[in-house]
């Protein structure tokens, strides 16, 4: 079994400032996939960024980055420069060992202009 | 450049009448999965295909059901809705299981009357 867990149901960023949405997981496996997806307002739910539980790297797409602590299972969301589009419900969530995906509760982020 | 297509976009239904929700793909993709989103929840998948091999979710109500006609196609079955039944109707795609991104179509709004 495995879950996720997204203590902050909303999150709040002045636009041009950085966030970090936090997201613990626990899962048996040693192998395993972790995932941030972003799901805008009416809009259809879209990949963020993936990590490899393998690859030590903290992955990284553009103004989003992820700090990957495999020891503590943490696997945070930071958003560089935010900007209003940026506003959204965001997922975390994790398939490890041939199981199916596995979502946090998500967090709302709401960008204030 | 649409890649999944979910029609319609909004459904009314009654309390019981069999409804029909439909998923497209032009990614060729292997897998095809559904899931439930209730309002500022996270998605709960009901089931997947793997090509044609049908997984259900232990926690699906028997009154859903799936059909893959094809690779290209999906579609949910609700043979009677009930007032829980009401929510966003997600579609999603894979190139295979686990680990794999999904891709989401923008979703079935189901409004149970």
């Known amino acids: ?113 | 450049d649409a890649m999944v297509i979910q029609n319609p976009r909004y459904q009314v239904t009654q309390f019981g009448k069999p409804v029909t929700l439909s998923c497209s793909q032009t990614l060729n993709h292997n897998v095809m999965y559904w899931y439930q989103q209730k309002s500022s929840q996270a998605p709960k998948l009901l089931f997947h295909y793997y090509d044609k091999d049908f997984n259900n979710e232990a926690d699906t109500p028997d009154n859903f059901q799936s059909r893959r006609p094809n690779t290209s196609f999906c579609f949910l079955d609700i043979r009677s809705p009930g007032l829980g039944d009401a929510a966003m109707y997600l579609c999603a795609t894979s190139r295979d299981l686990w680990g794999e991104t999904q891709y989401f179509g923008p979703g079935t709004r189901l409004l149970v009357l």
């Open chain 1, 1 to 113: 079994a495995q879950t996720v867990t997204q203590s902050q149901p909303e999150m709040s960023v002045q636009e041009a400032e950085t966030v970090t949405l936090s997201c613990t997981y626990d899962t048996s496996e040693s192998d395993y996939y972790l995932f941030w997806y972003k799901q805008p307002p009416s809009r259809q739910m879209i990949l963020v960024i993936r990590q490899e539980a393998y690859k030590q790297q903290n992955a990284t797409e553009n103004r989003f980055s992820v700090n990957f602590q495999k020891a503590a299972k943490s696997f945070s969301l930071k958003i560089s420069d935010s900007q209003l589009g940026d506003a959204a419900m965001y997922f975390c969530a994790c398939a490890g060992g041939g199981n199916m995906l596995t979502f946090g509760g998500g967090t709302r982020l709401m960008v204030k202009p």
